[in-house]
T-cell receptor, first 114, second 111 residues
Framework: DSGVTQTPKHLITATGQRVTLRCSPRSGDLSVYWYQQSLDQGLQFLIQYYNGEERAKGNILERFSAQQFPDLHSELNLSSLELGDSALYFC?????????????FGPGTRLTVL | EDQVTQSPEALRLQEGESSSLNCSYTVSGLRGLFWYRQDPGKGPEFLFTLYSAGEEKEKERLKATLTKKESFLHITAPKPEDSATYLCAVQAEGSARQLTFGSGTQLTVLP
């Protein structure tokens, strides 16, 4: 158990809908990262937050957005869903300090868009 | 653009048959190279971080090494429970700390 929690474990929804994925980082970690894993693309970085502020963006679609709240939990919002958005979505957290760069991953949310 | 290439894509070993997985990388400035293990449908599990060429780290039957262009994950006398996908990732210098992952090596250890 990495200490990172994600809810829900599974989401099944229809095209055009909007969903919210939630992540709670490990105790003491200030940075949260979101990754998408699909069969054909592997693990792709989406977005990073550090202590409530957006720090970096990767291959994140405009239909997707995220935020980190004062209690450090984060939410990833996916809207106008398409079949191709079906994937595993992982959250990771890290301390993000000198000499400690390890990211610890949550169990993921499996999104199925029908 | 940072790139990570892992080989082979898949590897089948007999129990006790040692082997190595390769991770080749290009990055503007390497902050760290990471190895993760991932079981089907689960989140990646952190194994090792390597920071500089020549560094080695060990954990049970696994040993990771790093050169300026690649990293190896050596598996000594593997057991069936070592079957998993092994992922390599690089973290570049800079304020952000996101990881760029390779596509992984799917290891199957047969009893």
């Amino acid at each position: 158990d990495s200490g990172v929690t994600q809810t829900p474990k599974h989401l099944i929804t229809a095209t055009g809908q909007r969903v919210t994925l939630r992540c709670s980082p490990r105790s003491g970690d200030l940075s949260v990262y979101w990754y998408q894993q699909s069969l054909d693309q592997g693990l792709q970085f989406l977005i990073q937050y550090y202590n409530g502020e957006e720090r970096a963006k990767g291959n994140i679609l405009e239909r997707f957005s995220a935020q980190q709240f004062p209690d450090l939990h984060s939410e990833l919002n996916l809207s106008s869903l398409e079949l191709g958005d079906s994937a595993l979505y992982f959250c990771a957290s890290s301390v993000m300090s000198t000499g400690r760069n390890e990211q610890f991953f949550g169990p993921g949310t499996r999104l199925t868009v029908l | 653009e940072d790139q990570v290439t892992q080989s082979p894509e898949a590897l089948r070993l007999q129990e006790g048959e040692s082997s190595s997985l390769n991770c080749s990388y290009t990055v503007s400035g390497l902050r760290g190279l990471f190895w993760y293990r991932q079981d089907p449908g689960k989140g990646p599990e952190f194994l090792f971080t390597l920071y500089s060429a020549g560094e080695e780290k060990e954990k049970e039957r696994l040993k990771a090494t790093l050169t300026k262009k690649e990293s190896f994950l050596h598996i000594t006398a593997p057991k069936p429970e070592d079957s998993a996908t092994y992922l390599c990732a690089v973290q570049a210098e800079g304020s952000a700390r996101q990881l760029t992952f390779g596509s992984g090596t799917q290891l199957t250890v047969l009893p």
